[in-house]
């Protein structure tokens, strides 16, 4: 009896003896309850199905950005050669900055080798090109999910209450008008870098709070390598990471959870050695000075406005600002609310800062922006609920959900267009030159095309932003000109016409993705890029058995004699709306109408 009762007192004293692993087991268990409540397991395989299946409409290569046809052609080489072989060779002889497209390339190479795997899965096939749109599907909707399991840590790492039904509900909502937004559409499915970046950069930031909440340091060192990964996929991604590692530092400290630094110390120096190593091996090509010289030339080579720079920042969060305009306000003091608005300020202070200087942005270029303001937006509709159903104040509903009805349909083309017209009739040139950016290139304000624009919504991606790639007509161009196999060239025309924003470069690339493959010993560098040098004629260069097809776009009259004496074809595209390449006035042959395209060859061509 009395050995029991000792017992029973050992077991009472060690527990009072070990107050902080109590309270530490404890808190796990209360968050561990959250996660994995009965919410968890209906709502977000909601969200995720919404997610991946509300924009089903597209295409591959449908309203599309004009680099993804170059991310389709560069998967191939990526397919077919060694690319990072070919980097680490010639690092020391690549020209450095954002005009040369090698240096480019490599700034999203884990995004190329990445479409390039799909490539060597299925082939340069039409099957390739929809397993590629639909692994991006997933990617976007596995984010926007990622997003709202990051808004439901967070809390549970700030607050003291844990997430009720309406906290789920307004997050529902937040993530629901995002999806729905056409920022949302300009990323789901297409492939560009910032899908995959935009998964890696959600599962960082969730990797770096699990560390912290079980102050693990082989978490830490996970974390760490996310953050690298961001970085190998997209250089200027990593940004908006290392400002969520500081400002959680920053957070950590001022919570005087000291014992959760070691983590994030571990975090930092796992990305930072992983940085420095890939930096060494291929250096100069990432090195710090490198990648400084490479911002300042973009915005040189990429001149904007910031009026439209800064828009292009409010398209990509979307619908997601009617929410977080509710919450910065009225819930400033909160520790969620707080955290998320250092975050997203901090984050799009490089963007603004190099908008107000006279770089062009982009909206998909913010894109990071996502992840703190659907944290904001989802608290904001929380808040909005909350004071409906528990205050019955009705007015803060029936007022958000009318601003979200005007900017999901009021008409785009009307709207621009007045705005447009008021901006040339009233204000004075010292600001119109802050709008308009034909004024910054030309000097002049150009043609508008919003009356062209059928487009509902005021927070809408640019025209120019939507540029649909008919692939499958591309690709019959692409199997007469590789199949059979011979020398040929193709005179092209590189000027855009009157309503045409885009060049046919990119329809130039996928011919080339769905022609001949490329062997193994072929150089990636080395191998020159449909028209690379425009004022260069054709034959400067010669068809080879690596790449017998030669695209160009400049045509000397003394080529003619050299493509009869090698007898060598020289076919000419024509399309729609685009003017006719330059040459002498020869006598053409249509040897293929798909339209809007034509394919021709010189008439006395094949007579000799």
Known sequence: ME???????????NITLNPESHLHNTDKFSKFSAWYSPRTFWMLPIVFFIAL?????????EETHWDAPIYVQLSKRAAETNILADYREHAQDIQLGPGDDAHWYFTRIGHILLLG?????????????????WLYRVFMALGVVLCVVLGLRLVNFLRPEKPDSIWWIGYFIAAVTYIASDSYRGLQGHLVSEPPAFLTLVSFTLVSLRAVEDRSLVVGACAGSLLFLLFFIRIDATLPGMIFLIVLLTTIVLLRKYEALPSIIVAGLVSLVLYLMYAWWFSPLVNPQTLANFSSAAKEMFPGVPAKGLFAIIIAGGLLWVGACVAIPMLWRDPVVRFATMWLGLALLPLVIDSLNGRSIQARMAFFVVLPLLILSGEGWTWILRSCIKQHKIRSLVVALGVVIILAFAPYSLIMQEARNFAINHLPPEIQKYLFVSLVKSGAIGPALYYQDPKLGLLVRPMYERWTVEYSKAREIGDYLYDPERPAYLLWPRARSTGHQHSLQGYIRLFQYFG??????????????????????????MPTKLEPVIFCSTFDPRDLDILRRNKIPLYILGADGYPMPNMPPLKLTVLLSIPPFVLYEIASSRDE
């Open 516 to 541: 001949k493959e490329h062997t193994q010993d072929g150089d990636f560098i080395l191998t020159k890029l449909p028209n690379k040098v425009s004022v260069e004629s054709c034959t400067e260069q």
């Open 53 to 61: 299946l509300f924009h089903f409409d597209l295409a591959p290569l």
């Open 3 to 13: 050995a029991h009762h000792s017992s029973a007192l050992a077991a009472r004293k």
């Open 117 to 133: 795997e799909i490539t060597k899965l299925f082939g340069t096939t039409e099957t390739a090109l929809i397993a590629m749109q």
